[in-house]
Structures are given as structure tokens and as C-alpha cells.
């Protein structure tokens, strides 16, 4: 079995802003990839017009053998407006539902993401609402570049309609933003190479700040995938931040275990190029250890330049890590898709 993790379709421009309804779409979408980075090569490597057919993608799925596939399309990230915000992942909800979920030809392989708007909480717990009853959504989609940390108390009430629903919380960097802050601590780099190598940044921002503010303490059934950060960054960091808790943890006494803990339990990692190193993560004082052929899901990332092939994926790991990571770790992560699985392989 093959489970696509990261899927991301394009939603065709002109019906995307039809779908999102007036007075918005009276204003231009901006460009998918944004203004301030263009790559010096084509982004996407179909065409748009396949990238946004439900026909195409299902052909392509079809053809690599893949069972089921997470669709998260771009909404082009923070949208500061929080009306616009909502009218921008309502219609974008519609679209998944409508053109992608219904069509006769994803023969039941594809799987939703529901959009919310962060600047609204409770317009967003009403769009949660509005979509979770069907379980082909499997996922809430979150950019990585927001206004403010995930662990803080304002966005607590949609985490736990999350966990509560059993909807995986996907963190996925949507190139272009309305609002986009430095890509680093330091500003703006100059050009699209350091801009495409940090993009990890923003997401080891979140995935401190889910730990160390108790958001994994408080909901242990909550599950979040990162859509662009590797998971030897993510223990570099988590290391660092299990080094901090021993000697500091009196200012966050919430979190009661090592937080390399809440990551194994809580937090996946889509494929990355720097994930074949190794199935095992280099022991080092005692404090890294683990198998990082448990924390990585398969996501090829399609249709953009820099995804992956499950054919071209981990050929250095036996053929039991690579199941792994090509369909089990999804089936047992994603509570909807353990589901459909079981059920599938008990008919």
C-alpha cells in the first residue's frame, strides 16, 4: 500500500475567486508563488491545467500505484482580512468537496483538507464544524508563516476541535502570503536559494512552541504533521530544547516529560531529500537515539519541482522501514485513515 501524504493540487484561479464570492473576488488572487522569490525555473512540473484537474492527478495517482492521497491545495498562506480570510477556506473547502472529493474519477483515492480562517476563531471552529461530519476529510491545514506562535491560548480552542474530531493539524508553508513575515530572524535573504533553505525555519518555530506552551501536554490526542520540515531538524531542535527543559523547566512546569517525548507520540514529518541519511537517528550522550523510519509519511509533493518519488525514496532502508514510511505510519497517525484502512483490509 501507498498512502500520498501531500498532495497539492491547484485550484484554477478564475474559479477559485468565483467560489471565494463577492465583494472578494472583485480582487485579483496574488501569483501561487508569490512576489518576493521566484525561482529562476518552473515551480510545477505539469502543467497547470493538470495540476488542477481532478482527472490528471487521479491518472497520476493511478499510475504510481498510490492508494490514497491527502489533498492540501495552496490558499496562499495568511490572509490578514479575517473576513476575506473566511470567505477565501470556505470556498476553498467547497472546491475540495465539490470538484476534487465528488469526482467519479479519484475512484474514492482522494482525501480532504479543511482550510480555516486563524485570524477568526470561531468562524474557524464553525468551518471545522461545517466539514468534519464527512470523513473524507482527514486534516485541518495551517500555514507555517503566521502572525503568532501556534502555542498560544487564542489558537487552543481550534487544536483541540481538532484532536476532538480526530483531524490530523497539517503544517504546510503555502508559498504566497498576503502577509508575509521575514522568512528569518534576521530579515530577508536576497535570493530564491536561501529563501527555499530555510522555509524549514517556520515550522521548527511551531514545533517548539506546540511542545514548550503545553498544547501536546494538554491534548495528547492531538496529531501534527509537518509539510516541509525534516525530522533530523526537527530532533537538532527537540534535543536542544530537552538540554533547555532539565535546567529551566520551572518556568513551564506544564510540560511533564522530555519534549523528544511529545514529538515520537504527537509530531510526523513529510518526506525530505535529508531523511535518507539514515532509518536511525546517530546516538550522541544518550540523548537522541530513536527510529526516524517511525516519524516520517510519505508525501511526493506533487506537482512541485523539488517533490519525490516513492520509487526514488529510502532505497537504503529495508523493505519493513520503507513500508513504514510509504503507507503505515499515515494509517496508524491520521485517526480517519486507520479507519478506512481496517476497513478496507477486513472487507
Known amino acids: 500500500m501507498i498512502i500520498d501524504c501531500a498532495v497539492h493540487p491547484v485550484l484554477d484561479n478564475i474559479e477559485f475567486n468565483k467560489a471565494v464570492g463577492s465583494p472578494w473576488n472583485l480582487l485579483k488572487l496574488p501569483p501561487l508563488f508569490g512576489e518576493k522569490y521566484r525561482a529562476p525555473f518552473d515551480q510545477m512540473t505539469v502543467p497547470a491545467e493538470q495540476a488542477s484537474s481532478p482527472a490528471a492527478v487521479a491518472e497520476d495517482l493511478r499510475r504510481r500505484g498510490v492508494d490514497y492521497a491527502v489533498l492540501s491545495p495552496t490558499t496562499r498562506g495568511y490572509w490578514p482580512n479575517p473576513q476575506q480570510a473566511a470567505a477565501v477556506a470556505s470556498a476553498a473547502n467547497r472546491l475540495m468537496a465539490e470538484k476534487w472529493l465528488d469526482a467519479p474519477e479519484s475512484e474514492g483515492r482522494f482525501l ?138 520551572v518556568e513551564v512546569p506544564w510540560v511533564s516529560k522530555e519534549p523528544t517525548t511529545y514529538l515520537e507520540r504527537q ?45 526514488d525514496v529510502f532505497l537504503t532502508w529495508s523493505e519493513r522501514e520503507r513500508a513504514r514510511v510509504l503507507a503505515d505510519n499515515a494509517a496508524q497517525f491520521y485517526p480517519r485513515l486507520a479507519t478506512r484502512v481496517s476497513a478496507e483490509l477486513s472487507s
Open 112 to 249: 480532504g483538507s479543511i482550510r480555516i480562517a486563524l485570524n477568526d476563531t470561531d468562524t474557524a471552529l464553525r468551518e471545522i464544524d461545517k466539514w468534519a461530519d464527512d470523513d473524507r476529510f482527514v486534516q485541518l491545514v495551517v500555514p507555517a508563516r503566521a502572525l503568532a506562535t501556534y502555542g498560544e491560548q487564542r489558537f487552543f480552542p481550534i487544536w483541540r476541535a481538532a484532536a476532538e474530531r480526530g483531524l490530523v493539524v497539517f503544517v504546510h508553508d503555502d508559498f504566497a502570503t498576503l502577509v508575509e513575515p521575514a522568512p528569518s530572524q534576521v530579515g530577508f535573504p536576497s535570493y530564491f536559494a536561501e529563501n527555499h533553505a530555510i522555509r524549514p525555519m517556520s515550522a521548527i518555530v511551531q514545533l517548539t512552541s506546540f511542545i514548550v506552551a503545553g498544547v501536546f501536554e494538554r491534548l495528547p490526542e492531538l496529531r501534527v504533521v509537518f509539510g516541509d520540515l525534516s525530522v533530523h531538524a526537527a530532533r537538532s531542535l527537540v534535543i536542544r530544547t530537552d538540554k533547555d527543559w532539565q535546567s529551566d523547566r
Open 267 to 311: 509530531a510526523r514529518f513529510v518526506t525530505q531529500p535529508d531523511d535518507e541519511i539514515s532509518p536511525h537517528s546517530t546516538a550522541s550522550a544518550g540523548t537522541i537515539g530513536g527510529d526516524n523510519s517511525s516519524l516520517v509519511v510519505f508525501g511526493s509533493r506533487h506537482p512541485y519541482w523539488d517533490g519525490v518519488n516513492e520509487g
